[in-house]
């Protein structure tokens, strides 16, 4: 008897568990399904003091230490979850910018009265001040300690008398100063994780500077400007980029590069107010973590250059600060409370599977397939016969076709006010690129995307405003922006030869609209007589 070749040898299904799942979680991105798992809860909820600072001490420690500046005091957090482990005075003053030495036994704050003091951070029985440092007239808002090449000796402070100073801790006496770093209050400071000599503030005068402590008061290494008072600096992990907040923007810099702005981030709608840096503990990965006024704490890719998810919180922030293993988040609000967000952990079944898994064992009973009953409540059911196919007299009703979504509108819908601009200009659509303007418009953030084109994407919008500011159904909006941009980039217009040309093409353009209208309304005066007469 021949064998029958129609069904295979050996027929079995595939395991529930290799199939894929086609669930919400399945079609999540990796960072928000990372990010979502976190749940929040209030550690301290008391006056209403603001949270102005938080910070973790470097992952040297067994368990997480956070240290929080929260009214008069510095409060210090430990264990899993983070539970209250003592309060260190700091003489009646307000307490600003605690920070971790590299090995986590120091902890170092300033105060309203602009003095700096040390203590122990890794013997919870001493609470008096190991060092006091004291140079600054005002409040001591950033004090840092070097993060590379394991510097212990020396630290980093500036203040809202705009005076920088770099101590030497154990003889308490500054290696050297600067008098007038900068024009405004400093309110933040980084220190380079590729260089303990290097480390960068930001001020309220919206400059950036770059310091090398081996040339001592001799000047910044760099300087670059912001665009709006300053909050906070943070350098990210590689050392050669910078992250700077002010306004309602987060701002990317190549120092590198002697100062090239790399991307713009403009998804808060207040100003922020602190920066973090977040890792991922499945992959590893880096976030940028900014923090608002707006209650949001916002989770940034910088290698992709794009938003990944957000927090939402129901009161104002003021800091934000991620643990080392990138379990736990917290976030200081301006009415005292911090909110502790923690990751859950993974299943037990889930690390028994892993366990099975290394042991080698293979499972030789095949699971028998079970067949799917179709029923109204399933989706499946509706989907049914959707591959057969039409017959003659069947009405058939196609599905209506998908409507592609502009880049522009993609770039909007990201918050990249500017890239959208150049993208509607770069269509030489008119309607596209005015309806873009209008809604950056209605976003009050056409005059900022104007200021920051460079001079290829100026050329550009000048280009379009000679071609179509004359048209009569977008004259009235198109000469009020090209008015505006006369007046925003007058100096980069005239240092530009080909920029001065569209100038010149636009102002020949809106002479020969002006005569056509004296033309025409010369015409007008002539027939309306007429026109009067004949009525008659």
Same mark, same amino acid.
């Given at each position: 008897?021949?064998?029958?070749?129609?069904?295979?040898?050996?027929?079995?299904?595939?395991?529930?568990?290799?199939?894929?799942?086609?669930?919400?979680?399945?079609?999540?991105?990796?960072?928000?399904?990372?990010?979502?798992?976190?749940?929040?809860?209030?550690?301290?909820?008391?006056?209403?003091?603001?949270?102005?600072?938080?910070?973790?001490?470097?992952?040297?420690?067994?368990?997480?230490?956070?240290?929080?500046?929260?009214?008069?005091?510095?409060?210090?957090?430990?264990?899993?979850?983070?539970?209250?482990?003592? =309060?260190?005075? &700091? !003489? *009646?003053?307000?307490?600003?910018?605690?920070?971790?030495?590299? #090995?986590? %036994? $120091? @902890?170092?704050?300033?105060?309203?009265?602009?003095?700096?003091?040390?203590?122990?951070?890794?013997?919870?029985?001493?609470?008096?001040?190991?060092?006091?440092?004291?140079?600054?007239?005002?409040?001591?808002?950033?004090? =840092?300690?070097? &993060? !590379? *090449?394991?510097?212990?000796?020396?630290?980093?402070?500036?203040? #809202?008398? %705009? $005076? @920088?100073?770099?101590?030497?801790?154990?003889?308490?006496?500054?290696?050297?100063?600067?008098?007038?770093?900068?024009?405004?209050?400093?309110?933040?400071?980084?220190?380079?994780?590729?260089?303990?000599?290097?480390?960068?503030?930001?001020?309220?005068?919206?400059?950036?500077?770059?310091?090398?402590?081996?040339?001592?008061?001799?000047?910044?290494?760099?300087?670059?400007?912001?665009?709006?008072?300053?909050?906070?600096?943070?350098?990210?992990?590689?050392?050669?980029?910078?992250?700077?907040?002010?306004?309602?923007?987060?701002?990317?810099?190549?120092?590198?590069?002697?100062?090239?702005?790399?991307?713009?981030?403009?998804?808060?709608?207040?100003?922020?107010?602190?920066?973090?840096?977040?890792?991922?503990?499945?992959?590893?990965?880096?976030?940028?973590?900014?923090?608002?006024?707006?209650?949001?704490?916002?989770?940034?890719?910088?290698?992709?250059?794009?938003?990944?998810?957000?927090?939402?919180?129901?009161?104002?922030?003021?800091?934000?600060?991620?643990?080392?293993?990138?379990?736990?988040?917290?976030?200081?609000?301006?009415?005292?409370?911090?909110?502790?967000?923690?990751?859950?952990?993974?299943?037990?079944?889930?690390?028994?599977?892993?366990?099975?898994?290394?042991?080698?064992?293979?499972?030789?009973?095949?699971?028998?397939?079970?067949?799917?009953?179709?029923?109204?409540?399933?989706?499946?059911?509706?989907?049914?016969?959707?591959?057969?196919?039409?017959?003659?007299?069947?009405?058939?009703?196609?599905?209506?076709?998908?409507?592609?979504?502009?880049?522009?509108?993609?770039?909007?819908?990201?918050?990249?006010?500017?890239?959208?601009?150049?993208?509607?200009?770069?269509?030489?659509?008119?309607?596209?690129?005015?309806?873009?303007?209008?809604?950056?418009?209605?976003?009050?953030?056409?005059?900022?995307?104007?200021?920051?084109?460079?001079?290829?994407?100026?050329?550009?919008?000048?280009?379009?405003?000679?071609?179509?500011?004359?048209?009569?159904?977008?004259?009235?909006?198109?000469?009020?922006?090209?008015?505006?941009?006369?007046?925003?980039?007058?100096?980069?217009?005239?240092?530009?030869?080909?920029?001065?040309?569209?100038?010149?093409?636009?102002?020949?353009?809106?002479?020969?609209?002006?005569?056509?209208?004296?033309?025409?309304?010369?015409?007008?005066?002539?027939?309306?007589?007429?026109?009067?007469?004949?009525?008659?």
């Amino acid at each position: 008897m021949a064998a029958d070749t129609s069904k295979p040898f050996f027929p079995a299904a595939p395991h529930q568990a290799l199939v894929p799942s086609r669930g919400a979680a399945a079609r999540a991105s990796l960072d928000g399904s990372y990010w979502r798992a976190f749940r929040s809860s209030e550690l301290v909820s008391g006056a209403e003091f603001p949270v102005t600072d938080l910070t973790f001490a470097p992952a040297t420690a067994s368990s997480p230490l956070l240290a929080a500046a929260w009214s008069t005091s510095l409060h210090l957090f430990s264990g899993d979850p983070l539970q209250s482990l003592r =309060r260190i005075s &700091v !003489a *009646g003053d307000l307490a600003f910018s605690p920070t971790f030495r590299c #090995d986590g %036994a $120091l @902890l170092a704050a300033g105060d309203k009265r602009g003095v700096v003091r040390v203590f122990r951070a890794d013997k919870p029985a001493t609470g008096a001040a190991l060092r006091t440092l004291r140079a600054h007239a005002a409040e001591t808002r950033v004090v =840092r300690y070097p &993060v !590379a *090449g394991g510097d212990k000796l020396h630290l980093i402070t500036a203040g #809202d008398d %705009a $005076l @920088l100073t770099y101590w030497d801790v154990p003889s308490e006496t500054p290696v050297f100063t600067v008098p007038a770093a900068h024009r405004d209050y400093i309110r933040g400071g980084a220190a380079s994780p590729a260089d303990h000599n290097i480390f960068a503030t930001g001020s309220y005068d919206r400059s950036v500077k770059l310091w090398d402590a081996r040339t001592g008061n001799s000047g910044p290494s760099l300087s670059f400007s912001h665009g709006e008072l300053v909050e906070s600096v943070l350098f990210l992990p590689s050392g050669g980029l910078l992250a700077t907040a002010g306004g309602n923007v987060v701002k990317i810099w190549d120092v590198i590069g002697g100062g090239r702005l790399v991307h713009s981030v403009e998804s808060h709608v207040k100003t922020v107010m602190a920066l973090a840096l977040g890792k991922m503990a499945t992959t590893g990965e880096t976030r940028l973590l900014s923090a608002g006024i707006d209650g949001y704490v916002k989770c940034f890719d910088f290698g992709k250059l794009k938003m990944t998810h957000s927090l939402r919180h129901p009161q104002p922030l003021l800091s934000v600060a991620c643990s080392p293993c990138g379990t736990v988040l917290v976030a200081g609000s301006a009415k005292g409370k911090i909110y502790m967000s923690k990751r859950k952990n993974k299943a037990v079944d889930d690390e028994h599977e892993d366990k099975r898994a290394g042991n080698g064992e293979i499972d030789w009973a095949s699971p028998e397939p079970e067949k799917p009953v179709l029923r109204p409540n399933y989706y499946r059911y509706f989907l049914r016969g959707q591959n057969e196919k039409a017959k003659e007299g069947d009405f058939v009703i196609e599905k209506p076709k998908k409507v592609k979504i502009a880049e522009h509108d993609k770039l909007l819908r990201k918050f990249t006010h500017k890239g959208a601009l150049v993208s509607a200009l770069a269509r030489n659509n008119p309607r596209s690129a005015v309806a873009v303007m209008e809604e950056l418009v209605a976003r009050r953030k056409l005059v900022r995307s104007i200021g920051n084109l460079d001079m290829d994407e100026l050329g550009l919008l000048l280009e379009f405003l000679r071609r179509n500011a004359t048209l009569p159904r977008y004259a009235r909006f198109l000469l009020g922006v090209a008015n505006k941009v006369l007046e925003m980039r007058g100096e980069d217009i005239r240092s530009d030869e080909k920029l001065r040309t569209h100038v010149r093409n636009l102002k020949r353009m809106v002479g020969e609209e002006i005569q056509i209208q004296h033309t025409l309304l010369g015409i007008q005066g002539m027939i309306s007589p007429m026109l009067a007469l004949a009525s008659r």
